[in-house]
């Protein structure tokens, strides 16, 4: 409890950094430190809802390469911004959310005065490059809004943004030698040859366009821009880092170190100069495009006419005060900070990927008109299919359906003919396990959504579950699971294609293709041709079906499993929990099961090489901090002891989510995490996307109220709440007493009261 | 003489590879293997008039560099084919003709079969590689034809195009292991790094698109292609040559290399496997677009509807033979061969840059739709605004008012605000001194086109004569002179300004624009400021204006000269002859001038040094091979003995051009070396572009028509004419004597007859 204590001293104590944010009801609950510190990976800087600039602070820009090999440090910079870092490198207009392997960082800008410098220099010693100290104290971030004094030159930073355009603020001292810098070579999970090509072109004295092209996490990505100044610069040059090359052209025909209009190269940094009075602010507006320097352009005039960045900071917070308040909660400051900043995290992704025209660059690489749509990119599907998709299935239904939409465009423009594995800036990067895009649709459709086209997305998914030549896919159909000779994630890619075939059969009965249904709810078993009864966990077998020895159920790192061991990874069968307990010995042994995973003591080795997480994403040896255990609390719910889901829902989130930088146990994963706790909080979970039903758990809010689309309101009251109090006695909805343990989807957008009656005694 | 016999029996002895090209009057006299021998960079390969494809075969690849530095054997293959080599490597979509730096080479392709071989192999060991041994008995081409047997496989290669669309047919023996390999690594003056990135998709069994974006002598080039095959390929396959790399990714996930939809990276070869029968032909379609790949595939269903490798080929040949029949001459076929070509070859450049749609690529790297005009590329300004873009004005003038259209643009897109200078694939490279697109402008309007806004083409030509910035034009303008300290081209900079100048000022007299006419007439007699009275020569001079010590005027590397030396660029005034011999001191000391030009002995170690010609392409010291003397010969007009230019026209046209594949003393750079012959041949040649004369020669044909677009036909008759009648007794037109040096321009647009009356005796 300390941290948070310090942490809401810093935002509050500090009062020359402190904003009025008071016409805001929601907003001021919204901290984006949370999670900034340790594995949260989240970012502090500016963005709006589902936007496609996201501008802040990168406190570091190490290198995904030390001698030639992975550097593991790189890790921690998956956003830009490490909280206990001590110096700020610039602000890029591209982050990632949560995610735990990255890219992006595009178009680091950077103010200074003095002697121009051009390298960023080391946290170690700022002043030997364009970097800054920075305090915390001096820094202050709202949902839209990054202010921080850069202490080197006393220049305050301010940064705000639009869908598309991101706006900086710098006030300057007075300096006859002030910069602003443009590093195009600067990125996340930079690596010498991941900047393919970059280019700048100065059209005049305030406008600067160009692109950047790298090989990366995406493998063909170009990010075009646009760049305005608010006050024309008096200079401007640039400076090549590349290696010599042998062909230099007749280029030398200009001294292209003065004020020349275009550079292009692989590792270029540009600046542009400026004298400024006390106090002077130089503004600059930053706009992107997937299509063209062009668009880029024609985005940043559409977007933002004028130069009032207050303006452009409030437009933008009522955009997420809007979307906010679409769940209205009752509840301390604390609880509000956490509920608040879990929403806010979780409309952060997917992400605007289409100019103002409704032009956007397509997985085939060619330029493509959305129509009737708007074109989302940025999928983390392994993580959003369990809880952030399902939410906005409640709360986003039509920003669902676009992105369903998207998904149906990847899977059209895609080479693979495949839906989206994790897929980023019009590239597919096949980012972990499974094909979860089909639980998306499967989700949306059984849920009653008509907005996309069933049959079409029907069609996607059976096309994707049958890429023979896709991570197993084949062996996976011939042998009924993955062995262990053909991957080193046999099993947990094993037991997520079951569940995502189940998924599809789920879409396949709502359309009625009864051979389809039959072929993939056939597969969904599969589950079980890699469970050992023997020694009573999901384990490792070769194409003969021998188990793999040896085996150490405790072990991620062994073989078999990715993000998970075998202890949390036997119980991802999502799609048939009943089949699951019966294969495990009954009701009994499940039930022990569960309470040994919360209870046993993990020992450290294990830790260890447990990815993605801090030793407080950790309970026992349940793994909140990654994604495959999201449902695992939720299971007791098919077991005699329910109440044990309601025990366990209360423990995990005071100890998961805390409002602080580092009150994130694991990469917040585009929203995934901060999905779970919203749906958590509100006293219900959708352990299987796909079906209709949400398991209850025990509310951790005072009220709430879902704002639905359709514009009924769903409301979840508690009475006798208290901290004590976390068992659920009754469930009433609509003044009927709910006996099982779910409620339906049909049910909350029909609008109407969910009643928790709370207990310090379990039923 | 026998060199030429040689190449007309090779032509017409090998029967089977004889084609009836007898429905064409002229496209038969085309001989594309002129200037593919020693120093012509002229290719054999098919292309349309000013079409985007040439596709041509590259008989070696070999690299711009060599251990880091340049490798001056790099520069025979500037069009990618050299007639002596006894291999070909592939045949590859873009060629410049007769340049003297390079670029391209795009998409190069080669069937082969047996065990896949992917790299090229060597010359001298074509067994080692994919290349294949041929022989000249083998090969046969024509204007928009090229055929070849390749020997290793036995595999007979024809190539032809449409405007955007290169056909290719391969004939196979019977294999169960054809291939036909597409090579994105190879390229004309390649080196390590010049290859940006390059991008395959395999769409289906059929269907290949991707791109090649490289950084050569265009900086920022990007081309997109679609290939389609006739025969489905049952089996793909790729090959990365990259060095390997940090960062992989996910891509494991798949066996890329059997059978894998997508790859990029900077070094990739690919093959697509067929099983053939004997003497089945495998075709291929593949279209270009400098736009996008989509771009490139709505390029060739538009051009090309089926698989008629006849009609394609004769449809480009009409084409052809309407081009060439703009000017009927009467010869013999010698003669024919040489017009005939020299006409094919002044009608390659500038290339189509545009889709089917209008899309083209700016300078500003933007895409852009080219509103009432066809957008083109690839200007050779230095060379072409001489003759080149001068014959267009008369028989071309739509597309000569296109080009300029497209400068236009050019200037419009250009980041340094510049007409071009040498550009390419929305690319300016700077290659060569001078700012000659004036000249083209100048000339244009001044000659009556008044197709383009000659308003606005003067802005452009003020704006780029006013430069400061670019190759010493400040230091131009205060000094009156470039001073050998800021440059090492310092005198024929100096001379091309101020010819440019004098062009500028007549576009401004034009428009009666008087302050931009003065100051430009003013800088138009620069010249005088580098002619050293003393030696009478110009000459290098520093900027307090004293004369560089030490001088040697036959030196072309010793300073001051590019492309000619101090005996040479002296003349270089086009636009003031009279004055010049003036400051030469009179018309005797100039006639003897240019005598000793003509008959002066250049000792060896100076021939060395001088540039892109055969010692064939010097007599005495005159230099045809380049260009700066292409004037030269027409300047005895402005003496007393203008008879001396009819015999030196004579004297150049035969030992110059020749039809033999060694045929041409130097680069035909882009047509310019084919205009001279052209204009050369009809009798007249435009010494100054900008001005509306013509200076009369001594023709060579017997007769010639040139058909102008208004409807009218200009007769050229030749009386008496004989080899030995190099004289011009008396010339009239239209029934009346002309008593001056030169015809006008609106005397020819007028139509009618032209008759010079030869006499082996001169005046």
Same mark, same amino acid.
């Given at each position: 409890m300390k941290r948070i204590f310090t942490f809401i001293l810093t935002c509050t104590t500090v009062a020359v950094y402190a904003q009025n944010s008071s016409k805001y009801q929601l907003v001021p609950f919204v901290k984006t430190m949370i999670g900034t510190q340790r594995m949260g990976h989240t970012y502090p800087g500016a963005t709006v809802p589902f936007g496609m600039v996201q501008l802040s602070p990168e406190t570091d820009t190490i290198s995904y390469e030390r001698n030639g090999k992975y550097n593991p440090d790189v890790y921690k910079y998956c956003a830009g911004y490490q909280y206990d870092d001590k110096t700020i490198v610039g602000f890029s207009h591209t982050h990632f959310s949560g995610t735990g392997h990255s890219d992006l960082g595009d178009f680091l800008i950077m103010p200074s005065v003095g002697k121009l410098q051009l390298n960023p220099g080391t946290a170690d010693d700022p002043s030997s490059g364009y970097r800054s100290p920075f305090s915390h104290d001096e820094e202050y971030s709202e949902a839209n809004y990054y202010k921080v004094r850069l202490a080197k030159? !006393?220049? #305050?930073?301010?940064?705000?943004?639009?869908?598309?355009?991101? /706006?900086?603020?710098?006030? @300057?001292?007075?300096?006859?030698?002030?910069?602003?810098?443009?590093?195009?070579?600067?990125?996340?999970?930079?690596?010498?040859?991941?900047?393919?090509?970059?280019?700048?072109?100065?059209?005049?004295?305030?406008?600067?366009?160009?692109?950047?092209?790298?090989?990366?996490?995406?493998? !063909?990505? #170009?990010?075009?821009?646009?760049?305005?100044?608010?006050?024309? /610069?008096?200079?401007?040059? @640039?400076?090549?880092?590349?290696p010599k090359e042998v062909y230099r052209g007749f280029w030398h025909k200009f001294d292209q170190t003065n004020n020349f209009p275009e550079i292009s190269g692989s590792q270029i940094r540009a600046h542009f100069d400026f004298k400024t009075t006390e106090r002077e602010q130089v503004k600059i507006k930053f706009a992107l495009s997937p299509v063209s320097m062009d668009g880029a352009l024609h985005n940043l005039v559409s977007e933002v006419a004028d130069w009032n960045f207050d303006k452009v900071k409030a437009q933008g917070q009522q955009l997420w005060e809007k979307e906010l308040s679409k769940i209205a909660i009752q509840g301390n400051d604390e609880l509000k900070q956490n509920f608040y900043t879990a929403m806010y995290h979780a409309m952060i992704n997917p992400t605007l990927y289409m100019d103002v025209d409704s032009l956007y660059k397509g997985l085939d690489q060619n330029i493509h008109k959305a129509s009737g749509f708007t074109n989302y990119t940025t999928f983390s599907l392994w993580d959003t299919y369990r809880a952030l998709h399902p939410l906005f299935t409640i709360i986003q239904p039509d920003r669902n359906a676009d992105m369903i939409k998207s998904m149906l465009a990847h899977y059209d423009q895609s080479p693979e003919h495949m839906l989206p594995v994790w897929s980023n800036s019009a590239n597919e990067n096949w980012c972990m396990s499974g094909y979860h895009a089909v639980a998306v649709l499967a989700d949306a459709a059984v849920k009653g959504s008509n907005q996309f086209d069933a049959a079409r997305a029907l069609e996607a998914c059976v096309a994707t579950a049958r890429k023979r030549d896709y991570e197993n896919i084949g062996t996976y159909i011939d042998l009924g699971f993955i062995p262990d000779t053909s991957s080193g994630t046999s099993v947990s890619g094993t037991l997520e294609y079951a569940y995502d075939d189940w998924a599809i059969a789920q879409l396949a009965a709502k359309l009625g293709k009864k051979d389809i249904y039959e072929e993939f709810i056939k597969r969904s078993q599969n589950y079980k041709h890699v469970y050992d009864a023997s020694t009573g966990f999901m384990r490792p077998r070769s194409s003969e079906g021998d188990f793999h020895v040896p085996f150490d159920p405790l072990s991620t790192s062994n073989g078999g499993f990715i993000e998970g061991n075998a202890w949390n990874y036997t119980l991802f069968v999502p799609q048939d929990p009943e089949g699951l307990i019966k294969l495990m010995g009954g009701n009994n042994r499940f039930v022990n099961y569960l309470d040994s995973l919360f209870t046993m003591h993990l020992p450290d080795k294990y830790f260890a090489e447990t990815e993605d997480i801090t030793r407080d994403g950790i309970i026992g040896n349940y793994v909140h901090g990654n994604e495959p255990s999201h449902h695992v609390a939720y299971l007791y719910n098919w077991t005699n002891k329910p109440w044990k889901t309601q025990e366990r829902i209360r423990m995990i989130l005071p100890l998961m989510y805390k409002p602080a930088p580092d009150g994130l146990g694991g990469n917040d994963d585009c929203g995934q995490m901060s999905a779970w706790y919203i749906f958590s909080a509100l006293g219900f979970y959708p352990v299987t996307p796909g079906s209709d039903r949400y398991e209850l758990g025990s509310p951790s809010v005072d009220q709430a109220i879902i704002h639905l689309d359709n514009g009924k309101n769903f409301v979840i009251k508690v009475t006798n709440k208290s901290p004590q109090n976390v068992y659920v006695s009754k469930v009433m909805f609509n003044g009927k007493e709910i006996k099982e343990h779910y409620i339906k989807h049909s049910d909350i957008i029909k609008g109407g009261d969910l009643i928790f009656f709370m207990s310090a005694q379990h039923k």
């Amino acid at each position: 409890m300390k941290r948070i204590f310090t942490f809401i001293l810093t935002c509050t104590t500090v009062a020359v950094y402190a904003q009025n944010s008071s016409k805001y009801q929601l907003v001021p609950f919204v901290k984006t430190m949370i999670g900034t510190q340790r594995m949260g990976h989240t970012y502090p800087g500016a963005t709006v809802p589902f936007g496609m600039v996201q501008l802040s602070p990168e406190t570091d820009t190490i290198s995904y390469e030390r001698n030639g090999k992975y550097n593991p440090d790189v890790y921690k910079y998956c956003a830009g911004y490490q909280y206990d870092d001590k110096t700020i490198v610039g602000f890029s207009h591209t982050h990632f959310s949560g995610t735990g392997h990255s890219d992006l960082g595009d178009f680091l800008i950077m103010p200074s005065v003095g002697k121009l410098q051009l390298n960023p220099g080391t946290a170690d010693d700022p002043s030997s490059g364009y970097r800054s100290p920075f305090s915390h104290d001096e820094e202050y971030s709202e949902a839209n809004y990054y202010k921080v004094r850069l202490a080197k030159n !006393n220049i #305050t930073a301010e940064l705000t943004t639009t869908a598309r355009v991101g /706006f900086h603020q710098y006030t @300057f001292p007075e300096s006859d030698d002030a910069h602003i810098i443009l590093d195009l070579m600067s990125g996340i999970y930079n690596y010498s040859g991941k900047n393919v090509w970059t280019y700048l072109r100065v059209v005049n004295d305030t406008l600067v366009m160009g692109y950047r092209q790298t090989n990366g996490w995406a493998r !063909n990505r #170009t990010l075009y821009f646009a760049m305005i100044f608010s006050k024309p /610069f008096y200079r401007h040059g @640039f400076k090549s880092y590349a290696p010599k090359e042998v062909y230099r052209g007749f280029w030398h025909k200009f001294d292209q170190t003065n004020n020349f209009p275009e550079i292009s190269g692989s590792q270029i940094r540009a600046h542009f100069d400026f004298k400024t009075t006390e106090r002077e602010q130089v503004k600059i507006k930053f706009a992107l495009s997937p299509v063209s320097m062009d668009g880029a352009l024609h985005n940043l005039v559409s977007e933002v006419a004028d130069w009032n960045f207050d303006k452009v900071k409030a437009q933008g917070q009522q955009l997420w005060e809007k979307e906010l308040s679409k769940i209205a909660i009752q509840g301390n400051d604390e609880l509000k900070q956490n509920f608040y900043t879990a929403m806010y995290h979780a409309m952060i992704n997917p992400t605007l990927y289409m100019d103002v025209d409704s032009l956007y660059k397509g997985l085939d690489q060619n330029i493509h008109k959305a129509s009737g749509f708007t074109n989302y990119t940025t999928f983390s599907l392994w993580d959003t299919y369990r809880a952030l998709h399902p939410l906005f299935t409640i709360i986003q239904p039509d920003r669902n359906a676009d992105m369903i939409k998207s998904m149906l465009a990847h899977y059209d423009q895609s080479p693979e003919h495949m839906l989206p594995v994790w897929s980023n800036s019009a590239n597919e990067n096949w980012c972990m396990s499974g094909y979860h895009a089909v639980a998306v649709l499967a989700d949306a459709a059984v849920k009653g959504s008509n907005q996309f086209d069933a049959a079409r997305a029907l069609e996607a998914c059976v096309a994707t579950a049958r890429k023979r030549d896709y991570e197993n896919i084949g062996t996976y159909i011939d042998l009924g699971f993955i062995p262990d000779t053909s991957s080193g994630t046999s099993v947990s890619g094993t037991l997520e294609y079951a569940y995502d075939d189940w998924a599809i059969a789920q879409l396949a009965a709502k359309l009625g293709k009864k051979d389809i249904y039959e072929e993939f709810i056939k597969r969904s078993q599969n589950y079980k041709h890699v469970y050992d009864a023997s020694t009573g966990f999901m384990r490792p077998r070769s194409s003969e079906g021998d188990f793999h020895v040896p085996f150490d159920p405790l072990s991620t790192s062994n073989g078999g499993f990715i993000e998970g061991n075998a202890w949390n990874y036997t119980l991802f069968v999502p799609q048939d929990p009943e089949g699951l307990i019966k294969l495990m010995g009954g009701n009994n042994r499940f039930v022990n099961y569960l309470d040994s995973l919360f209870t046993m003591h993990l020992p450290d080795k294990y830790f260890a090489e447990t990815e993605d997480i801090t030793r407080d994403g950790i309970i026992g040896n349940y793994v909140h901090g990654n994604e495959p255990s999201h449902h695992v609390a939720y299971l007791y719910n098919w077991t005699n002891k329910p109440w044990k889901t309601q025990e366990r829902i209360r423990m995990i989130l005071p100890l998961m989510y805390k409002p602080a930088p580092d009150g994130l146990g694991g990469n917040d994963d585009c929203g995934q995490m901060s999905a779970w706790y919203i749906f958590s909080a509100l006293g219900f979970y959708p352990v299987t996307p796909g079906s209709d039903r949400y398991e209850l758990g025990s509310p951790s809010v005072d009220q709430a109220i879902i704002h639905l689309d359709n514009g009924k309101n769903f409301v979840i009251k508690v009475t006798n709440k208290s901290p004590q109090n976390v068992y659920v006695s009754k469930v009433m909805f609509n003044g009927k007493e709910i006996k099982e343990h779910y409620i339906k989807h049909s049910d909350i957008i029909k609008g109407g009261d969910l009643i928790f009656f709370m207990s310090a005694q379990h039923k």
